[in-house]
Every structure is written in C-alpha cells, then in structure tokens.
C-alpha cells in the first residue's frame, strides 16, 4: 500500500480497545486477517537480526473464553506453528511482574513438553519460541554493568547459552521480552519511534500501535499504519471489533478483572512491605532491650 493509497482514519483514541489487554491482543491476531500476526512475528524477529522469515502460521487456540471463573486472571496467551513447525507461544502480561519470568519459562516449558508426540525422538522435536509483552522491565539474573546500562531495554532476547564464549546450546529455546512502558516512556521522551534497540521500523511501528493508549503524540500512531499494510488493516479491524457491543462488553469486563487484580496485588504487597518493616522494627526493639537488660544486670552487680 503506497502512502497516497492509505485514507486518514477517523480514530477515537478514548474509544479505541487497549491492545494489551490480553482480550483484545488475542481478539485481533487470531481473528483477523493471519497476516497481521505474520507482520507483527517478522517485525520482532528482524530487530534482532534472526534469520526467519514467517510465510504462514496456524493458530492452535483460536478460542477467547475461559473454561472456570478460577483460571479467568490465567492468561489470553495465543500458540501458533510456523509452516518449518516451530512452536510459537505469545503473552501479554499487564501485572505480577515479580513472578514473570519463572512464569514464562514454566509456560515455554509446558508448550515445549505438550508438542513432544508419542513416537517421536528427542531429536525430532521442534524449537518453541516464547515471547512476551510486559508492562515493565525484567531483570537479568546476573546484574552486570552493561545490564545495568540497559535496564529500561526494550527488547530483550535469551537463550540457553555457554557461559564463556556466548555460543547458542541449543535452537529449542526462545525467550523475547518486549519491554511495552520502557518503548512509550522512549517515545514520548524523543516524540518518534526513531529510538534506540528498535532498529527494525516496522517493529516500532507494530508496538506504537500495540501500546498507543501510553503514546501522548497520537500522530506517530497516525504515521505508523503509513506504507505499512498489515498494521493499516490491525487499526482497521481494531475500530470494527471495538464497535461490536458483545465485544465491547467482554473486552470491558476483561479490563475490569486486570484492574482488580493489580490492585489487589498492590494492596498484598503493600501489606508485605509493611509486615516486613514492622518484623524489623521488633527485632531492632528486642536487640535494644537485650543491651538494657545486659547493661541493668551489669550494673546492679557492680552495686552489690
């Protein structure tokens, strides 16, 4: 699509459904066209120079609802196979940033364990690539000086490697953390998607439009769907699905039970902190009256 091709939308920003809430992510990349999950998996794997091209995908969990009212906060993660029958394992992740990545790691390794098929070797199996969008950052295990350079990165890409000489172990184990706060907070600082470690355009194109409810010039959203066919027709069909009453009404209760459950998260970790420093003020009261008791035992012998 050439720039002159592409009409001016009519966006209602206030309106316009929050892809990262994990309803409307899921909704529009295993609903609408397949092409656009295919824009947005090339997008993330050329920013980090990866040798892949996705040419088709099939979505092996294309269904929104949740099965219990127990699991309705578990995530709206969608799977998908590439046609070569790499697993691809996406989620979206607004809250519990504490727990995130034995999370993911214990998802990856679930996919990873489901796709073995009775018959088959070890060797057989294909690679499971795991990627998660996360409201904030994720820490490395070992803080280096360069980790500490980068800890608002926006894209970080692990796998299992050696030690000493970085070679790859193993192709089988993919993990991609899109930092969404740190690429806004870069955003509006620089007021374009022209920023540091999204040297791929069109994968900062894809998360402008991904996290436009944090974008404060609505014009880079505006200029990203620009030339840009896939992520044009993701705004599109974005607008139509969020004018569906029955979608709107499940996408709201869906943000309601996020809000919820952040908040309560927050008010449980608040308490935490607060049980935590009154334990530490008891224990500091104890020591002081361990050293009174001392010092009055040591007194009242010296007075006999």
């Known amino acids: 699509m050439r720039k002159n091709e592409t009409p001016n939308l009519q966006i209602d920003y206030f309106q316009l459904m929050d892809l990262r809430v994990d309803f409307a992510f899921k909704l529009l990349f295993t609903k609408g066209d397949p092409r656009l999950l295919i824009s947005l998996l090339n997008a993330i794997f050329a920013n980090k120079k990866i040798d892949r091209i996705v040419k088709s995908i099939s979505i092996k969990n294309p269904f929104l609802d949740k099965e ?8 709206l993660d969608i799977r998908a196979e590439l046609e070569d029958g790499t697993n691809i394992l996406i989620e979206m992740h607004l809250h519990g940033l504490s727990e995130l990545k034995p999370k993911t790691i214990r998802s990856w390794a679930r996919a990873f364990a489901e796709e073995l098929e009775k018959g ?3 060797s ?3 690679p499971t690539i795991a990627i998660a969008f996360v409201d904030g950052a994720v820490k490395p295990y070992e ?6 350079a980068n800890k608002d990165k926006i894209h970080r890409l692990c796998m299992i490697m050696d030690k000493e000489d ?3 172990f193993t192709d089988a184990m993919e993990l991609h953390y899109i930092n969404m706060k740190a690429f806004a907070k870069a955003v509006n600082e620089a007021n374009s998607i022209n920023i540091t470690d999204t040297e791929e355009v069109k994968f900062a194109k894809w998360l402008s439009v991904i996290t436009q409810k944090e974008i404060n010039n609505k014009t880079i959203i505006e200029e990203a769907y620009k030339d840009e066919e896939e992520i ?3 705004v599109t069909t974005l607008i139509k699905q969020g004018e569906d009453k029955y979608t709107r009404q499940k996408y709201a209760r869906r943000k309601d039970d996020i ?3 952040t908040l309560k998260m927050a008010r449980a970790e608040q308490y935490r902190q607060q049980t935590e420093q009154y334990r ?5 009261l104890a020591a002081e009256n361990e050293i009174l008791r001392k010092r009055l035992a040591e007194f009242e012998a010296q007075a006999k």
Not at 68 to 75: A, F, M, N, Q, R
Not at 143 to 148: M, Y
């Open 68 to 75: 219990t009212d127990e699991d309705k906060l578990s995530i």
């Open 120 to 122: 088959r070797s070890y």
């Open 124 to 126: 057989e199996q294909s």
């Open 143 to 148: 803080e280096s000086e360069n980790a500490r």
């Open 166 to 168: 970085y070679t790859v």
């Open 232 to 234: 044009f027709m993701a």
């Open 259 to 261: 809000q919820d459950y």
């Open 280 to 284: 530490q003020q008891t224990e500091q």
